[in-house]
């Protein structure tokens, strides 16, 4: 045991599926001495945040909140708050957190109606359609927008469109949608949306923005039931969060998590969501650039890719877990490994938020050529890089 | 709205019942560069967590956590764990975290036994020992040690003991308790125990330490259906924080939250626990002499007072709100309001961790005065202060 002393801790360049670097700003703000909770300059402080989570999402929502946990505690707030004893839930399963949706539909003691489509496949409208149509009075249609398993984008416009069509409330997991592609919810019309704080916003891992619209909080307002979670029961929470004169004590908020939250949607804000969907989307680009001119394959369909998190095939007879331990081990270089039907295969390698700058796309792929040189694999010297910034360079 | 620019952040003393004063080290901590949670440093640091906190919670449990939420998560993931539908539990309610525990159990849709005992008063063990033996059967005893509503220190060991007797777990919250009075979980054979971070570990809110002894662990092992959180499932949860090797993904962890318990637990045991506890003890005793040498009287009575938590009677015809806006607003003190039947007629004080220091006694007992004198109430100059510096100085 080592601790006696403090913890030495390393410098790496996060390039996996999440968290992302997080910048020195964000670090900063969350270093500034804790106040109460219940102190009005915090009050203040909770208000800005919910403005500028409501600018992110691109929403009207009152109810518009971090939850105060991991974006599976974002998952679970909207499950438990929306289902009841024996309503229906139709779930849309294309990687592995759509599998973890149905898991939530069913420790609500809902019935779970999966619609399946491939591993690294988009969720299929007209699936959800027959789904929708086979099950009268489905209480909710549930969603994964940007899969973190596959690097999949599924169009979260067409299934809330659908969704409303049958009287059915959405659930829409963007956790590692928000901030680096469209999210809109207003324009979607989602009834129920959360994501993840340590993605494209770039902020430590920890909380989960969350937000609930007017048929969400009617819906939760009509509950017959108590909500099974007293700690995300959101009918106690929006009273929590009800801005000065209205508030009621729930728990105690993560204080400086959320002066951290505070700052990286600030710095959202300042440069504007279109240009960082833009920014995501070029360095994507440079990098996929880059990986076809080393000889590699992308996993996924370019039209469906997520430009945050990009899925690169493993050479055959290449051992993927020990490149990424080289690059982790000399160059301070972290990515990802792929799950499910892809594992041992591919590698996931997330460029979001902070993460999505042209140190990062250059660095990644030096890092990856150097350790597949080393490994064996015959790679054009450079190429790679070239290649990538000659995309960065504005050809 | 204003945030166009960043937040302009008040510095406080917090002296009230939680969050803490936070150390620099710890604030530094939490500042240090986001690494990856499946990084091979991450996994480290979280064997380093589990060792501290055992030492903190004093038990050789290897079932010790921080739950990746504030303390009501801690709650109730041990109610969820151990609780089915049907079972029955005994909860002792003595102040406001008794009366969430009973909230609880309902949810878990498992029977309520509620054993009362005045607000401000401690859990009597022979009305506990009446409803073990009215009750034949009863899964789970549950009660809150620090009672952070009213102040109230109850007696662990002994209710423990008859649990024990009754075959029946505990389930104790010690929120408020840990590192401010004894806590020692294998002696009082205690079976589930959480707490919070931001009490007398003066950590930021957020995390929740939480302890699971073997009879515990095997009534989890036990269960014949799924556990209702699937984001507080400790099944998943002994996966995922199972060290190197075993270690299986179920949410992305806190990191930098992490950086800041780890920090503030290796505070905790530099200073040593048993010395930790008589800080507290010696800065409550010093803060007791001051209130009642400035002619106030104490709420809670000597032997069941919690060090760390002082209920402080406001003197009659006082309006204590406004006594602790103008703390707030000219001293940059905080102290919190009182509960439930002391509401608008006392003040709550924490001094907990690193807010138990002279500097913080001295500097409460000295923006009280103000306040009152300021108010109109009548109070001899500088009394508070010169009695308190009495026992500081080791009278």
Redo the contacts between chains.
Sequence with gaps: ???EA??D????M?L?P??S??HPRV???????????????FVS?ME?IK??LRYAFRTTNAFTIPI??????G??ACFVNLLEHGDTAIVCVNGVFGT?MR??V???GACAVVVEDAWGSPIDPDKVAAALKANPGTKVLAFVHAETSTGVRSDAAALCALAKQHGALTIVDTVTGLGGISVDVDAWGADAVYS?S?KCLSV???LSPLTFGPRAVAAVKARKT??????LDLSLLMGYWAGEGGRSY????????L??L??GL?ML?EEGLEHAWARHARMSAAFVAGVEAMGLAMQVDADVRLPQLNVVKAPSGVDEAAIRRDM?GLADV?IGGALGAWAGKAWRIGLMGQSATPRHVLGCLGALEGALAAAGVKIPAGAGVVAARRVLDGA
Tied chains: 1, 2.
């Excluded at 801790?9 to 790496?12: A, T």
């Design positions: 045991m080592r601790n403090r913890f801790l390393p410098r790496r996060l996996g999440g968290p670097d997080v670090l900063g703000a969350m270093s500034q001495p804790t106040i109460g909770h219940l102190d009005p300059a402080l800005e403005d500028l105060s946990g991991p974006g599976s505690a998952m679970e973890r898991e939530n069913e420790r609500c993840g340590q430590p891992p920890g108590k909500v099974q979670s007293w700690f729930h728990h105690t908020a993560p204080i400086n998590a002066y951290g505070h700052e600030l804000r982790l972290e």
